[in-house]
């Protein structure tokens, strides 16, 4: 499809997910082995949920596994909105549910206020991401860097210092905290989930433009010190 990419594409979203689930307990069992921070960022939504559920099962040392999540909605686990309950409800389940696990939200009332608290929680994993996922939206937004928000040029700033950034957009809904992209990109391995028909032609318009604040996807993309690791099944 385009050099800046890696595409792979599955049969289904079983198989897509069984092989992701493979492929990250190898990433985790390779850094834990070393020596080195074993640590998984997850993106929310519906997508990522049958991969979470097939990983929770894998076998490997759980209890030296940090898990985190690419961003939140400024809500608390109690909604069904929560990135967070999410995970806690597909992920950290079976052997992984020895696995720490690192929320953004923090209790404050805005992004805003619990913003120093939610970098040091990033700061305090140490080290680059292990593995990261991102999702995408049929806006090309990921993570939460959404078309017009208003930490946008914030954090998809590659020279950027900040580990977190708050959101605010009209296609968010709640407000947001979000990785920034250099965090993102630092990640030794970062892979971008995306299923139906529907995504491939967004990541098809993203590839045909350059303008990130258009489609924010293109950030990610220009600013991969490799070609992105794209996974996809109909």
């Known amino acids: 499809m385009n050099e800046r990419i890696n595409l792979r594409k599955f049969a289904d979203r079983e198989a897509l997910a069984q092989a992701l689930a493979v492929e990250t307990a190898d990433a985790l069992r ?24 097939a990983l929770s099962g894998a076998e490997l040392d759980w209890e030296s596994v940090a898990v985190t999540l690419v961003d939140e909605r400024w809500v608390p686990e109690t909604s069904d909105r929560s990135n967070a309950r999410l995970v806690k409800q597909n992920l950290l389940q079976n052997d992984a549910s020895a696995a720490s696990f690192t929320p953004l939200f923090t209790g404050a009332d805005s992004p805003e206020e619990g913003l120093d608290e939610a ?34 040029a914030e954090a998809i700033d590659i020279a950027g210092k900040a580990l977190v950034a708050p959101m605010h957009a009209a296609a968010a809904g709640e407000p947001r905290i979000t990785l920034t ?54």
Not at 124 to 140: I, Q, R
Request: net charge negative.
């Open 30 to 53: 390779a850094a834990i082995g070393t020596g080195a921070a074993a640590t998984l960022a997850v993106s929310g939504g519906s997508t990522p949920a049958k991969f979470f559920r």
């Open 181 to 234: 992209l250099p965090v993102l990109i630092a990640a030794e391995t970062l892979i971008l989930h995306i299923e139906g028909q529907d995504k491939l032609e967004v990541l098809e318009k993203a590839l045909a433009g350059e303008d990130p604040r258009e489609m924010p996807i293109r950030a990610v993309i220009a600013a991969s010190p490799r070609p992105l690791d794209v996974v996809w099944a109909p």
């Open 119 to 152: 970098d040091q929680r990033i700061a305090d994993l140490h080290g680059p991401l292990t593995v990261a996922f991102l999702g995408m939206g049929s806006d090309g937004h990921t993570a939460s860097f959404f078309p017009g928000g208003d930490h946008l």
